[in-house]
């Protein structure tokens, strides 16, 4: 191969790019997990946020102990999550999150934290979310305030949950999460191309009910 044809092949192969993954609200996962009755409704949520990054506030811690895993010292944590009353559990061991525990007031059991990991699964008999990966972003307080701070009353057109069985993947709203209370119905009647039909053709059909909405109002 000439210098030529090598330059050519060069700038015709792809660039492999890591991306980045979209982090997800944990308060609002950890919520819909305890509000999911039926066992299928549970397994689709768990697969839908394994592997993915979320953001917990609000976690109380009820135990902390020192350890040492793959020779890196830190703290395994379990801690309260107060909107599905579920425990959240992981070790930190990073130094910058290492760092903010030990920042003066120190982090103590009781106090409350915010962090970021990837969901590894669930633990049923001790109802916990088990996180990888994570990361303190700040110490924090134990609840929200009086007003708006969960996802979905910030932003109601923010994705709650995301359906990727069919052939092509779909997005709920947090302000449309109360179709998920159809899905054992219609998988049982179905399956997931009834989900899948279900969610594309109600979601379609709220979209064009707000568009008209706004219309009417004569907003943009």
């Not at 949520?45 to 609000?58: N, V």
């Not at 309260?80 to 007031?105: G, H, N, R």
């Not at 779909?170 to 449309?176: H, P, S, T």
Request: without cysteine; hydrophobic residues 45%.
């Amino acid at each position: 191969m000439n210098r030529l044809s090598f330059v050519l092949v060069a700038l015709i192969l792809p660039v492999a790019v890591p991306v980045k993954a979209a982090t997800s609200n944990g308060n609002e996962f950890a919520l819909a997990l305890s509000e999911a009755k039926a066992p299928a409704g549970r397994a689709a949520l768990i697969q839908d946020a394994s592997g993915r990054p979320h953001f917990f506030r609000y976690l109380q811690i009820i135990e902390m102990q020192q350890v040492t895993e793959e020779g890196k010292a830190g703290f395994r944590i379990s801690a309260f999550e107060p909107s599905s009353y579920m425990d959240v559990v992981f070790t930190v061991s990073m130094p910058v999150s290492l760092s903010i525990l030990k920042a003066d007031p120190v982090t103590k059991v009781g106090d409350a934290i915010a962090v970021t990991g990837k969901v590894l699964g669930v633990d049923s008999g001790k109802n916990a979310v088990l996180l990888g990966e994570p990361i303190v972003r700040q110490k924090d307080r134990l609840s929200p305030k009086i007003g708006k701070e969960l996802l979905s009353e910030v932003n109601p057109g923010a994705t709650f949950y995301s359906y990727t069985e069919g052939p092509r993947p779909v997005k709920l709203e947090a302000r449309d999460r109360d179709l998920l209370q159809h899905r054992d119905r219609v998988m049982a009647a179905g399956g997931p191309k009834a989900w899948f039909d279900f969610l594309e053709t109600e979601i379609a059909k709220r979209k064009q009910e707000r568009a008209a909405v706004l219309k009417g109002s004569g907003q943009p």
